[in-house]
């Protein structure tokens, strides 16, 4: 077991009073907080912060570590507790916070009497987990069965395991993204003859490659030619369930929405829309025949794009 | 087939959570959270995209040791994060289809 230098992990002098420690605390929480720092390893490190806080903010449990401290401890040098030590400031686990209780070994052995594992307190429930869900578009319009697996963790013999479980649960019609779904009791399993904990699925809906998804509504695009978008034309469009038809009108402006009715997103009471807007595409090359064909209607047009600036 | 459930009630979340009543009380009084029925404290219900956000509120609270309006503050700036990088995923595909073809 190592040696945990609780002023090192928090930046402050041994002597520091414990206004400083205070305040050095609340600095390094806001800084790693796994809800306001979603990088990788900064859970850990706060982890780390909250254990070195945990001791130094008490008065008596600082006493004891210090104690320790001059006994030999060294940051990360091998440490065993003295013979016949016993922690009296002990720790019984404050209520509320997330990690309360996820302490290193070297905390347990100083403060939770030997360096056995941890008794969870008797019937404690099972821990909520929460696991992201991506859901297809074409998924979301009816109800839909899912596999899901996840790791969930499960103790055995004082010992954290993590083991894979896998369920099949039924994805209501009309889920948004974002949206949270709670699968009773398929959560971390409880101790004893308490409850499993919950999962919940996080949704999350898969970029389509044609649609894109505005609340209910669905946007496509419709890519035209120049000259369709000129002399109107009619244009198959894919929705989710299969496709249909649509005019498009003379005259026709890049950017224009056309709302096709009830094909868009499943909502509560229905289905949202679906938007079509037209995007005028040029041809990548021309031959000389259609460069002429483009020179006479540039002769002909008086239109001008630009006449908003005034030039 | 499991359960599947949108809400949550008062009393799972003082159970579960090991929350006190009043905690949770601070927390909709605040804003942080609303509860989708119950007219009365006992009967509130809560859908599980709140409870997310509650959850995390009652954390930054014992955790970084800040009062209910910071704490509210906070959550309430990382909802609009949330929103906006949904917001600007959205428009990162839009641009991407814009400029593909």
């Keep these: 077991m190592d040696f945990k230098d609780y002023y090192q992990v928090l930046g402050v002098q041994p002597d520091a009073d414990a206004k400083a420690i205070k305040t050095a605390y609340r600095k390094l929480a806001r800084k790693y907080h796994p809800d306001m720092n979603p990088d990788e390893g900064a859970e850990d490190k706060f982890k780390e912060v909250a254990e070195a806080y945990e001791v130094l903010k008490d008065a008596g449990r600082r006493a004891e570590y210090d104690e320790l401290r001059q006994h030999g401890g060294r940051s990360g040098s091998s440490f065993e507790p003295p013979p016949g030590w016993q922690g009296n400031a002990g720790f019984s686990g404050a209520g509320g916070g997330n990690f309360d209780g996820d302490f290193s070994d070297f905390f347990n052995s100083m403060f939770r009497g030997g360096g056995e594992p941890r008794q969870q307190r008797s019937g404690r429930r099972g821990q909520d987990a929460e696991i992201e869900m991506p859901v297809f578009l074409e998924e979301s319009v009816s109800e839909t069965s899912k596999l899901v697996e996840y790791l969930i963790p499960v103790i055995e013999n004082g010992q954290v395991k993590e083991v894979k479980k896998s369920l099949k649960v039924k994805i209501p019609a009309g889920v948004q993204d974002g949206e949270r779904i709670r699968l009773k009791g398929q959560g971390g399993s409880g101790q004893g003859e308490a409850a499993n904990g919950d999962l919940y699925l996080h949704i999350r809906l898969v970029p389509h490659p044609l649609f894109d998804v505005e609340g209910h509504n669905l946007v496509v695009n419709v890519p035209l030619a120049p000259w369709e978008a000129a002399l109107g034309t009619k244009v198959i469009v894919p929705t989710l369930s299969g496709k249909i038809h649509l005019t498009i009108a003379p005259n026709s402006q890049a950017g224009q929405r056309l709302r096709i009715k009830g094909k868009g997103l499943a909502t509560k009471t229905g289905r949202g829309d679906l938007f079509a807007v037209l995007k005028v595409v040029m041809p990548p090359s021309a031959n000389s025949k259609v460069t002429a064909l483009w020179q006479s209607l540039s002769d002909e047009s008086e239109f001008d794009p630009r006449a908003e600036w005034g030039n | ?101």
């Design chain 2, 1 to 101: 087939m499991t359960e599947l459930v949108l809400s949550i009630s008062l009393h799972e979340l003082c159970q579960y959570d090991e929350l006190s009543e009043q905690i949770i009380v601070e927390v909709v009084d605040h804003g942080i959270a609303q509860p989708v029925a119950g007219r009365n404290v006992v009967d509130w219900v809560f859908d599980t995209t709140s409870v997310h956000w509650l959850r995390k509120a009652v954390r930054l609270h014992s955790d970084l040791e800040i009062d209910w309006v910071a704490v509210a503050m906070v959550i309430d700036l990382l909802r609009r994060n949330e929103a906006l990088e949904q917001r600007n995923r959205h428009f990162e595909q839009q641009l991407k289809r814009f400029l593909d073809c």
